[in-house]
């Protein structure tokens, strides 16, 4: 029975690679889910399932049973939420389609952008790069992401948003 969450989870795995693999676009460097999105779906998936499993079919003899696993409840579905966002991170960036060459950004839906008609790249409470060009396009780089770090480290070469505290990395 607890073999049961991590099939499921293997299960998980190979339909989101078969489902969602990574575009090849020759020439052009991605930026795609890393390891970190996908190591917390499966682990907050396993979790889910193995406490949900403890709380549906095991439960507790304990004096504080009924305690113990309203507890185990709430976690299973915290878990699950986890691994709902998780893999919602994953898919949202295989759809954006992020990918540069050389000083030309693409994205799905906007066509090739300049990296130097960059206007401002900042951060925001969330922690994802907010990128606005000449043109009204706007960009959402999800720092996490496998990749999104060169990104940002050519938008900022590119544009001469070195520092002295913060040298140009190429």
Known sequence: ?????????????????SLFRAKAHAGWRCVTPGVGY???????????????????????????????MRIAWWLSILFGLGAVF???RIVGLHRLDLRWRGET???SGSGDVPMRSLQS??????GFGAAR???????AIDLA????DQLV?????????ATEEWPPEH
């Open 86 to 88: 998780a893999g919602w």
């Open 121 to 126: 790249l900042r951060t925001n409470v969330l």
């Open 38 to 68: 996908w190591t917390a779906a499966v682990l907050c998936l396993a979790l889910a399932g193995g406490i949900g499993w403890v709380w549906g079919f095991v439960g507790s003899t304990r004096e504080d049973a009924h305690f113990q």
């Open 1 to 17: 029975m607890l073999a049961g969450p991590a099939v499921l989870a293997l299960l998980l795995i190979v339909l989101s690679l």
């Open 105 to 107: 950004l693409r994205w």
């Open 153 to 161: 480290e050519r938008l900022e070469d590119v544009n001469g948003l």
């Open 133 to 139: 060009f000449q043109g009204g396009h706007m960009l």
């Open 145 to 148: 992401a496998a990749q999104a």
